[in-house]
């Protein structure tokens, strides 16, 4: 079955940059998703399609995909960012859907 | 606006069964694809199942597959998930999740708030 790998956590600066990588085999072949999820809340999806925004998602938040490896980048970081970030694919030679095991962001 | 209310979670001893609903409103729930993802107390995301929108295709994850059957009520816009067999394994907060209209490869992009399952050790 299809696995996507993510780093556990993620620590980072306010005003910093965060990157929060999302790996699986040839996973620039297709389309990632991540939610946010803050704790006793619902996943909220923040980019879909690699790097399109939902509306009300701020523009700090962008996507990139290519290779094995998909990015999640927060610019210009705040507090209010510090969640659980998880990267999504449909598997479609299993019809599964497959999330990364998510990574913690901390706000230092 | 879009709404996904998720019902009947609760205390459940290992190997009885449990049903869970999802009411939906805010969109045109016949034509939508409509996902169960859990997520076990402090642990990630997992897919669990999903049926299309005229129930023709349900798909499981190898988990629950045999032990769970998703099913949809279009005239009552709700979703379900029975659920049989249970484990200690299975207790998780339950969500459903709208799929994106871009078909199977878009993302989730409705979440309701969970109903939480418990299967005491």
New interface residues.
Partial sequence: SYVLTQAPSVSVAPGRTARITCGGDNVGGKSVHWYHQKPGQAPVLVIYHDDDRPSGIPERFSGSNSGNTATLTISRVEVGDEADYYCQVWDSSSDHWVFGGGTKLTVL | QVQLVESGGGVVQSGRSLRLSCAASGFNFNSAII?W?RQAPGK????VA?VSYDIAHK?Y??SVKGRFTISRDNSRNTLYLQMNGLTFEDTAVY?C?RQ?S?G??????Y????TLVTVPS
């Fill in positions: 996902h993802v990630g995301l997992e897919w999903v798909y994850s190898e969500y999740a994106h871009s199977y490869y878009g993302p989730l992009d979440w309701g708030q969970g």
